[in-house]
């Protein structure tokens, strides 16, 4: 399948043929696809001029792929171009409006904007397909935008439910055990806490200042000074101009 798209691809681009053209065209789908394919490996080399030309020409075989639309979001966000982004991802929505990417890459749009209500809307819809591929990672976003709009139970939940499709996501561990410091639920908390501790002494993950800090605040509520300096210690040498080691100072007499 993937020789006879390129192959498609040649065909359409060449300018060659126009019976040819006419012929591999008559497939608007497959033909739309193969447009919305190389517009994306122009895009992920950088290419935005290109990607538009191929994302546009795939629209006007076929008016109904998603693909392209979403393609073209995509180039005008990174073009720092938010309105015609907006609109594309809008436009994608509206033609593949089951499609948990399409859900997952507006809502990530939205939160780069601080849209945050709007965004976990978007998040919540992407994490309702059971089958989608990234799935877990679609909760994890989701936790992380409840927690901007103080909706901790939400969060909770998210996280959980991110940690449950792929237990070694570092980041879902670790916000998910500030979460649980937070509503006093400090059993739980060392649990997910030291999950994450177990990924960075494999050196699968390393320490962040957010990590550090969270090692701090959890190790006084253990009665723990010397774990405490520990990670303080450490907070200092790695970031000390980080917003934790800011706290962490204004929080030690």
Known sequence: MKGYLIILISLILSGCAGQEVSKAEQNAPEASQAYSSLGMQYLSSGDTANA????????????RGAQAYNGLAMVFQLEDDPVLAESYFQQAISVAPDSAMM???YGAFLFSLERYPQACKELAR???DPFYNQRSQAFENLGRCYLLIDRLDAAEHAFKRSLKLNPNRPLALLQLSDVLMQKDKLDESV??????????????????????????????LQNSGVNAATYGLILRSMFPESEEYRQYKESTP
């Open 52 to 63: 538009k030309v191929a994302f546009q020409r795939a629209i006007e075989i076929d008016s």
């Open 191 to 220: 649990n997910y806490f030291e999950q994450f501790r177990a990924m960075v002494d494999d050196k699968r993950v390393q320490h962040s200042a957010q990590s550090l800090w969270l090692g701090v605040q959890i190790s006084r």
């Open 126 to 128: 992407a994490t309702e």
């Open 103 to 105: 859900h997952n890459n």
